[in-house]
């Protein structure tokens, strides 16, 4: 069963559930994908203690690895990127395995540009500076256009607006940082922080949200292994999937 | 912790987390409520068992609350008015307390119809014939106006389109009910299916979202307790909720 180690924050949680769910379409209630959901939002802040230390999250984020594991989890998702920072020590036999945002992504930019090109990343700044999409993505293929100072510090005051529910101000400081990658040649902008599209909900090609390719990465992951339900309780992967 | 046993149907289960979340204002992540969510939508067809027998969920029902006590639920919320047909067997020293759907509305119904008046239910028929408002609410107060039979059949069509995410289908005929019972006198409409808002969202006064009213007692209910958090952890209650 999939588990979401969700509360990072919990509107992004939100957020990444009505993709989830949007993205596995089923006719009745039993044909959707189970899952569990571990929302406790009291995880110190992942960004903060990147940037600028105190408290920890690993102990937090390796307890509700393991309590989704105990509820019946064999595979996670996290909606939030910069707690992928930890991935390496979420890695274990005694934990389920994670299905890697940055990897979710991939395969998006792999079917939206797959004749590869500059990208940018909008992300909280903890994200930025422990390097989580530099150091997993082909760069090759998608190098990461740089951002300014004062543009991943605007996206971070951003994020935090969202958090707080100030949904309006947050998108106008988003749309800009997209604009400014858009006219310095960026072929796509990758929102890599799970609050940024909870503002900035207008589709647009030219944006890659991260919530929800690690939404379709998921509903991918059912149907491939019918986690242990029948054949007949599910549908064949459809090829907008 | 707060629990919710979802998944019937998904779509509600997100619908019921987004108002949770809403309702529970906060400036940062770590002040939020923490929750854990077992959506697990291979539970047999509430309303078809009880208009036509066949598989009972409730052994399915009963896995889910022991589970959620298990993952750390001291109370339940079950996002499915049809499921409280249950509720008397899931009550026991070995599960989590239900904060039940029926209460929640019957404490909206105190603030906004607090003179009393006729009001009706849209829901399944399920529901309807196995009574479910109507065991539990104060009628003297608040007596249940009769839908139809025609009528409540269109209800249950309409929260089958809502399970295949027809939406706008769905739509037209709850409002074509609302309408009805408007006409005919009802003082407010209970929309007592968690499918029903999901297509019915636009805010009229003349409506009472059970999901709405379930997802206000549960911030309530962690603003009564802190469950365990130091107070300093949660805010006050404002007047607001």
């Known amino acids: 069963m999939l588990g979401i180690l969700g509360g990072m924050g919990p509107l992004a949680t939100v ?24 929302a406790v939002p009291q995880i110190p802040d992942r960004s903060r203690y990147i940037t600028e230390g105190g408290e920890n999250p690993l102990p937090a984020l390796r307890l509700g690895m393991r309590e989704l594991g105990r509820a019946g989890a064999s595979v996670v998702a996290i ?18 395995e994670i299905l890697h945002i940055v990897d979710a992504v991939a395969d998006r930019l792999a079917e939206v540009l797959p004749e590869g090109g500059p990208i940018a990343i909008l992300s909280t700044q903890g994200t930025h500076a422990a390097r989580v999409y530099e150091n997993r993505l082909d760069q090759v293929r998608w190098p990461i256009a740089e951002s300014t100072g004062p543009e ?6 951003g994020i935090t ?4 529910g100030r949904l309006d101000a947050a998108r106008a400081i988003f749309a800009q940082a997209v604009d400014a990658h858009r006219e310095r040649g960026a072929k796509a902008v990758i929102l890599a922080c799970t609050e940024i599209p ?16 690690l ?3 998921c509903v991918r992951w059912f149907r491939e292994t019918h986690h242990g339900f029948p054949p007949a309780m599910t549908r ?3 090829a907008a999937s």
């Open 15 to 38: 957020d990444f559930l009505a993709k989830l769910v949007a993205a596995d379409e089923a006719e009745t209630d039993q044909q959707h994908m189970p899952f569990i959901v571990r």
């Open 79 to 96: 909606p939030c990127n910069t707690a992928h920072y930890w991935y390496s020590s979420l890695v274990g036999p005694d934990l389920p």
């Open 152 to 157: 991943i510090a605007a996206v971070g005051q």
């Open 161 to 164: 607006l969202v958090k707080a």
């Open 198 to 213: 909870a503002a900035l909900n207008e589709p647009d090609p030219f944006l890659i949200d991260a919530t929800q390719a």
């Open 215 to 217: 939404a379709l990465r």
């Open 236 to 238: 064949p992967l459809r």
